[in-house]
């Protein structure tokens, strides 16, 4: 559920500075828009803490580190959600130091809980051929294919353009995150996939985007997102696996197995940081671990 900001307060103090800087998330930052509503429920929740201890207006460096201790020990949710949290009102007092509305982020070295890195779930091949053996359309089977064969993230798909792809070189142009390009280099059956799709493809003049939908206009996030559910649901795989971002796993694991450098892989996704990319390492060694614990020694199988 969204909490809504308190708007008749918009004008004073910390709550004026909001609105700007949930519109740096979305024109600077690219933010998707839910992500953007978490940032603004995360604030919405802050405020009300503050105004619960009598501190409207409160200015910016009204707000001390012991404010913000004092916040962080209020919050009983899991670890992740605490650090998101936190993390959400640090960054606003990041951009109210850059814009001169603030002299100091109280929020900066506050003790957070110890949380738990999930790692990253790759597919099965059998899930994969599963899912593509029940594709209803084109562009479901080259939507798969691709993302498997590329670690694009959906809104990375969805924004290809045909000018993006270039069969001659075998690569896409991707824009990423952050307004940042990259260029992933395409394998023989990624290209495969596009050659098969193109003629196939049925768009309305003027739709630049690689894939159109059945009505010939651009293939959204979500409807990607709906048309994965009913293919899952039609092959017989748990839903909640079968997820755009299931490829990407599945595209880095592919990579890490292979022994492929990690700084490549890093390079490939678009991660900011090489930390991300090392989830994968982990992912790679929690297999291997696996495997060797069904291994007998003496003739005993280790259990």
């Not at 748990?238 to 971002?245: A, D, M, Q, Y």
């Amino acid at each position: 559920m969204t909490l809504e900001l308190d708007m008749n307060h918009a004008e004073e103090g910390i709550c004026g500075f909001i609105p700007s800087y949930l519109s740096y998330l979305e024109t600077y930052r690219k933010l998707a828009p839910k992500t953007i509503h978490e940032y603004r429920d995360d604030l919405a929740l802050f405020v009300r803490f503050l105004r619960q201890r009598g501190m409207a207006p409160f200015q910016p460096d009204d707000i001390s580190r012991q404010v913000m201790l004092e916040y962080a020990q209020t919050m009983t949710q899991a670890p992740a959600t605490v650090w998101r949290r936190l993390s959400t009102v640090s960054s606003f007092f990041n951009y109210l130091q850059d814009t001169g509305k603030a002299l100091r982020n109280p929020a900066r070295g506050i003790p957070r809980p110890k949380r738990r890195k999930s790692v990253p779930k790759a597919l099965t091949s059998i899930e994969l051929s599963a899912l593509l053996m029940v594709a209803e359309y084109p562009w479901h089977r080259a939507a798969i294919l691709i993302l498997c064969g590329t670690g694009l993230r959906i809104q990375e798909l969805c924004d290809l353009r045909l000018s993006d792809v270039d069969m001659d070189i075998g690569a896409l142009c991707v824009l990423g995150k952050g307004n940042k390009e990259r260029v992933v280099p395409l394998s023989t059956d990624v290209m495969a996939a596009i050659r098969w799709y193109l003629p196939r493809r049925r768009a309305h003049v003027g739709v630049e985007t690689l894939l159109v939908n059945t009505e010939g206009n651009p293939v959204k996030p979500p409807t990607f997102r709906l048309a994965l559910n009913r293919l899952a649901e039609r092959a017989g795989l748990e839903p909640k696996r079968i997820h755009p971002h299931a490829f990407r796993h599945t595209f880095a694991t592919d990579l890490v197995r292979n022994h492929v450098d990690i700084h490549v892989v890093q390079e490939l996704l678009g991660h900011e940081t090489i930390a991300t990319t090392a989830l994968y390492l982990s992912a790679d060694t929690q297999e291997k671990r696996a495997a060797v614990e069904t291994l007998s020694i003496g003739g005993q199988r280790r259990v």
